[in-house]
């Protein structure tokens, strides 16, 4: 699985970043994403940073970065970094919190999903409880990382 900078900062805002070992997925990113989430956010004093360098020091993500270095049209260099990644580990998941992200990624055939749908995954694996689910759910849109209206959405397509 290759996780993108705004889906570790969604499960870092819910306190969730542990979820990413109960994947059957093996977690990796980019440098650029450490980068941001780690090294800026620490700058800018982000509450998050640190929870996110823990993962990253502990061995729950790791760092890779492609053979191909080149800005893919329509999202930011940092995110084609992500998708090239991708297309070299395929048949890579690509976990993200960004629908132009996701767009592209299955414009290039890649697999592609929101947080919320690997939390769903893994609830219905019998990895994460009912009651967990709901309240990671509650706390993704508390946090701004999505909307009452895609939650719901998501809600009736599961």
């Keep these: 699985m290759v996780v993108d900078s705004s889906a570790l900062i969604t499960l870092a805002g819910a306190d969730a970043l542990p979820l990413l070992t109960l994947s059957p997925h093996r977690a990796v990113t980019v440098s650029e994403v450490y980068r941001e989430t780690v090294e800026i956010g620490s700058a800018m004093a982000y509450p998050d940073a640190a929870a996110i360098g823990s993962l990253f020091e502990q061995g729950m993500v790791t760092v890779q970065d492609p053979r191909r270095k080149q ?88």
Aim: aromatic share 6%.
């Design 71 to 158: 800005k893919l049209a329509g999202i930011s260099r940092t995110d084609s970094l992500v998708l090239l990644l991708a297309e070299e580990l395929a048949p890579a998941v690509v976990l993200v919190n960004d629908q132009a992200l996701l767009r592209k990624a299955e414009q290039r055939g890649l697999v592609a999903q929101f947080t919320a749908e690997l939390v769903q995954e893994l609830h219905q694996a019998g990895r994460v409880s009912r009651r967990r689910r709901n309240d990671l759910f509650r706390d993704f849109v508390a946090n701004g990382r999505y909307s009452e209206e895609f939650m719901q959405a998501f809600s009736v397509g599961r």
